[in-house]
């Protein structure tokens, strides 16, 4: 038996299905797919070409995407991307998710919140949960080193401050957005959500998963 099917730990894909008519921020760039080698056509394959933004779906910002002179998504190290996290049931934090709204949190290096009932698949929703900045710092003095969620930015859509994102910048934490934690109860997991390695890149798509722990 492989070892790869010896492991009978859960995997849970927290990954959004990249396809056309994938919601994107207001503005940015549509997901399109077209095929530009036809095996139908005489090719010996099939080969395609993606137009998309970097912040498509589940993805990780990179300290580029809200800092000038930040890092790209192919400098990003691994580690905070790889370990164990804990999922926090955040919904009805109302517009943002405070101080207040956290469990009580003691060693974790990896939180990701639940702030939707049901995750948008097929619709854009403004009025998307952010996180508060003072959570931000707060979890920082814990020493959280990423932060998640399922919401598709960690501030207000209108925010011009992107307060959130600059506590971030200020304990060089990581970021993932647009997660799918519909059917995750809250917990302690391993995260695997690896950043493509986009030179340049000011967020990067992953395919983001949790495991049960050993
Ligand atoms: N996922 C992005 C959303 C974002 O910031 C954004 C994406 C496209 C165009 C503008 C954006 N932000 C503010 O104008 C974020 O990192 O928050
Ligand atoms: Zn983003
Ligand atoms: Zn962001």
Redesign the pocket.
């Known amino acids: 038996m492989s070892a790869i099917t010896d492991d009978k730990r859960r995997i849970w894909d927290i990954s959004q299905r990249l396809r056309p008519g994938l919601p994107v ?1 207001p ?2 760039t549509k997901w399109a797919q077209e095929r530009t080698w036809l095996m139908e056509d005489g090719s010996p394959v099939n080969v395609s070409k993606l137009t998309m ?1 970097t ?1 498509s779906g589940s ?1 990780a ?1 990179a300290p580029l ?2 800092a000038a002179d930040g890092i790209d998504a192919a400098a990003m190290d691994l580690a905070p991307f790889i370990g164990e996290c804990l999922v926090v049931d955040a919904r009805g934090a109302g517009s943002e998710v405070g101080v207040g709204d956290l469990p009580h949190i003691e060693s974790a290096d990896r939180v990701l919140f639940r702030t939707f009932d049901s995750f948008p698949h097929e619709e854009w929703g403004s009025n998307f949960t952010a996180i508060a900045p003072e959570t931000i710092e707060w979890l920082a003095l814990q020493g959280v080193r990423l932060i998640g969620t399922d919401a ?4 207000p859509q209108d ?1 011009k401050s ?1 307060a959130a ?1 600059k506590a971030v910048l200020e304990a060089d934490m990581r ?1 993932l ?2 997660l799918v934690l519909d059917d995750v109860p809250e917990g302690r997991y391993e995260l695997i959500a690896l950043p493509l390695k986009v030179v340049g890149g000011d ?1 990067a798509p992953c395919r983001a998963i949790l495991r049960e722990l050993p």
């Open positions: 921020w503005g940015d933004t912040h993805h910002d995407h809200y598709p930015s960690v501030d925010s992107i994102h970021i957005e647009g967020a």
